[in-house]
Structures are given as structure tokens and as C-alpha cells.
């Protein structure tokens, strides 16, 4: 089995910076990307950003110069750095790792449970 286990959501204001972890254990091959998805209340989930295990990056235009995301290949960690926090990044964050169980199996999606993240004076 497989689990991703985020952490450090939170109340934050306008402004501030949060970062957010998301660790993932179990029978893991080989992990291809690990991303950060959103869903804010009454909207589809969407991507904010992911990596890929050689270090590429892509960003939600929302996001730029604003978030980082980070991976710690030996842990099966992701982070996201989110700085200068506004009122619409408020959403439940999902970690998602993209992975394989061997050597011979097809990649599949992993979900995380999610964490709030909500920006408000």
C-alpha cells in the first residue's frame, strides 16, 4: 500500500507565507511526479504545480513567482512553498504522486487527504 501524508496547512492573512509538506511511504519504485493540486469550494480541483524526479517544474499562471515546489527525492517528499498569500488560494491542497509499484507495472496516480489552506483578514 501507499500513502502520501500531507501536513502544514493553516489560517493564514493576506501576505503571509505557509509551506507544505507531503511525504509518501510504501512498497514505491519508482516515483515519476509528485504534485500539488487545489479545489476550492464549488470549483474543480486544479493543478497548482508539480515536479518531476529530474527536477522540471511547472506552475499554475495563478502561482507564479509566488509558489515553489521542492522534492526531496530520497525522502519522497514535496514541498510548496507559497508566499504573499491572497484570499483566492483559499482550498483544500492535495499532494499527488504519479508512481510505480515495479519494475513492470504501468505508473498510477496516489492521493494524498488533503489540508486547508485558508488566507483571510
Known amino acids: 500500500q501507499v500513502q502520501l501524508v500531507e501536513s502544514g496547512g493553516g489560517l493564514v492573512q493576506p501576505g503571509a507565507s505557509l509551506r507544505l509538506s507531503c511525504a509518501a511511504s510504501g512498497r514505491i519504485f519508482n516515483i515519476i511526479n509528485m504534485a500539488w493540486y487545489r479545489q476550492a469550494p464549488g470549483k474543480q480541483r486544479e493543478l497548482v504545480a508539480r515536479i518531476a524526479s529530474g527536477g522540471s517544474t511547472y506552475y499554475a499562471d495563478s502561482v507564479k513567482g509566488r509558489f515553489t515546489v521542492s522534492r526531496d527525492n530520497a525522502k519522497n517528499t514535496v514541498y510548496l512553498q507559497m508566499n504573499n498569500l491572497k484570499p483566492e488560494d483559499t482550498a483544500v491542497y492535495y499532494c499527488?504522486?504519479?508512481?510505480?509499484?515495479?519494475?513492470?507495472?504501468?505508473?498510477?496516480?496516489?492521493w494524498g487527504q488533503g489540508t486547508q489552506v485558508t488566507v483571510s483578514s
Open positions: 499527488n504522486a504519479r508512481l510505480t509499484l515495479s519494475s513492470i507495472w504501468a505508473p498510477d496516480d496516489y
